[in-house]
Each structure stands twice: as structure tokens, then as C-alpha cells.
């Protein structure tokens, strides 16, 4: 079994920064490869990155690349997402997923193991 835990989310405006923090709990090989998804209102879940954490490999979707940084801490068990310069079309639920298919995958139908959550909006 496996938990993760998502917090960081907030309110900011146009060109703030939030950083998002996914605690997690469980076992070692469910948790070695994780995601950021996304989800705005009426919209399907998007990918925003993933990353690979024994060798430290990171992938990002076109739409986090430049801005979003995904990162991890193993003494805390703990993966974040760096967001900065954020835009509007940035508000969504982000939702950090672990155990794809396919390490580094982007495709959230490939991830067994889900968050509740945290809810960032970005106002102009």
C-alpha cells in the first residue's frame, strides 16, 4: 500500500511561485518513480512531470518545461514541484501519482497509486 500526501497548494497571482510538496509512505519500489498530474475545470488530467528518483531523471510535459521543476528529498520521502512565472491556465488541481507502467511515463492512465490533491488557482 502505498500514500501520498499532496500540500503547497495556494492562491497566487500572474508571474508568482508555489511550491508543491508530495509526501509519501510505503513501499520503496512503489515510490521510486512519481508524477505531477493536473486537472482544471472541464478539463481532462494532464501530465506536468515525472521523475525517475534512483537515478535522479526527470521529464517534463511541454507545458512545465522551463517553468516547473520536480525534484526529491529521500530523507523526507518527499517529491516537489517548483512552479514559477504562473499563468492562469496553471489553475488545477495537481494530483501526484506513483507506480507507472513505464518509469519517467507522462500518461496518467499508467500510474496505480494517487493523492487527494491540492488545489492551485492563479488570478490576473
Known amino acids: 500500500q502505498v500514500d501520498l500526501v499532496e500540500s503547497g497548494g495556494g492562491s497566487v497571482q500572474v508571474g508568482g511561485s508555489l511550491r508543491l510538496s508530495c509526501a509519501a509512505s510505503?513501499?520503496?519500489?512503489?515510490?521510486?518513480?512519481m508524477g505531477w498530474f493536473r486537472q482544471g475545470p472541464g478539463k481532462e488530467r494532464e501530465a506536468v512531470a515525472s521523475?525517475?528518483?534512483?537515478?535522479?531523471?526527470?521529464y517534463y510535459a511541454d507545458s512545465a518545461k522551463g517553468r516547473f521543476t520536480i525534484s526529491q528529498d529521500n530523507a523526507k520521502n518527499t517529491v516537489y514541484l517548483q512552479m514559477n512565472s504562473l499563468k492562469p491556465e496553471d489553475t488545477a488541481m495537481y494530483y501526484c501519482?506513483?507506480?507507472?507502467?513505464?518509469?519517467?511515463?507522462?500518461?496518467?492512465?499508467?500510474?496505480?497509486?494517487w493523492g487527494q490533491g491540492t488545489q492551485v488557482t492563479v488570478s490576473s
Open positions: 521523475i525517475y528518483r534512483g537515478e535522479n531523471r526527470t
Open positions: 510505503g513501499y520503496t519500489y512503489s515510490t521510486n518513480c
Open positions: 501519482a506513483a507506480e507507472p507502467v513505464g518509469c519517467l511515463s507522462l500518461n496518467h492512465e499508467d500510474y496505480k497509486y
